[in-house]
């Protein structure tokens, strides 16, 4: 499969660059994505996410040069720690020892070797889906903007500005429900993805004038596999998220767009089952 093939050259320029700076874009543009999503993508595929596999093989690696004789601080600058206290730290947190006992051949390491995708089928029960292509129509609710950036690079990061921008917003939310459109119900999580800087949205579809405090943006005309599903949240949407990247997506004949990512919960809020959609942003898959 064409998407195996970009993966695992995005993971051989990973391993290429350990000594080095890999850049997130990079990994991206190899994979066939944009960085949020490859981050995203790989935490579900690897069960790790991205910033810790780096660190676990870039300590494989010190640990090996290590053992052959090398200095510590050469070893520390190698692999992008400027000082041998972070270094040691990261070393530590990953062998349990410090980098300096490392050359007696007592002490127990630990070698995390690198991964490849491979494609597997885990699952036989059925993912009912829809490939919907709509014009772009334009949202209208709060930014996360709330927090005066964009969302972090660093896909674990935004995993936590997310949830707590809800939070924050969420006195707010019954603002949203007089500005919806009834003909495209619903609330939506947007999140940007694709743009130099990722921004998200809990909004509403509307026509309506933007009210005080909020802001409106246009979701671009892209197609999309929908999936519709009812679950407590917010495990319902990251089960089932983890299953269209690493189910779905690997066998369906498409590869994930350059578009927005959305979610859609279609009853009232703060209702224990919750009726939600995950849009995801497909092409078909480019042969090579």
């Known amino acids: 499969m064409d998407w195996l093939n970009h993966w695992n050259e ?34 579900y595929l690897a069960g790790v996410p991205l910033k810790e596999y780096i660190r676990r093989r870039r300590m494989t690696r010190a640990a090996t040069d290590l053992r052959a004789g090398e200095k510590v601080l050469d070893v520390a600058l190698r692999y992008g720690y400027d000082s041998p206290t972070a270094f040691n730290r990261a070393f530590q947190a990953v062998h349990g020892t410090a980098p300096s006992l490392a050359k007696q051949g007592s002490v127990k390491l630990k070698s995390f070797p690198r991964i490849r995708f491979k494609f597997v089928l885990k699952e036989d029960t059925e ?15 709060f930014r996360i903007v709330g927090f005066h950036t964009p969302l972090p690079k660093d896909q674990e990061e935004s995993f936590q ?82 299953r269209i990247v690493t189910e779905w997506l690997p066998d369906s004949g498409y590869e994930w ?3 927005p990512d959305v979610e859609v919960y279609l009853n009232k809020l703060g209702e224990e089952e919750s009726q939600f959609q995950v849009w995801l942003p497909i092409q078909s898959v480019k042969k090579t």
């Not at 993912?127 to 609710?141: D, K, L, N, P």
């Open 257 to 259: 767009a350059q578009a």
């Open 127 to 141: 993912m009912g889906y829809q490939i919907v292509q709509r014009e772009g129509f334009r949202i209208v609710g």
């Open 10 to 43: 995005a993971l051989d320029y990973l391993e290429e660059n350990l000594d080095g700076d890999i850049k997130l874009e990079e990994l991206g543009h190899l994979a066939g994505c944009s960085s949020y999503h490859f981050q995203r993508m790989f935490s």
């Open 161 to 242: 500005v997310v949830p707590r921008f809800w939070g924050e917003i969420g006195h707010r939310l019954g603002e949203l429900i007089p500005l919806m459109d009834p003909m495209n119900p619903g609330v939506f999580g947007v999140s940007t993805c694709h743009l130099e800087e990722n921004l998200y949205f809990i909004a509403v579809a509307s026509s309506a004038p933007v009210s005080d405090g909020m802001e409106e943006w246009i979701v671009p005309a892209a197609t999309w596999a929908v999936f519709s599903r009812t679950g407590q949240q917010p495990f319902a949407i990251q089960a089932l998220q983890k």
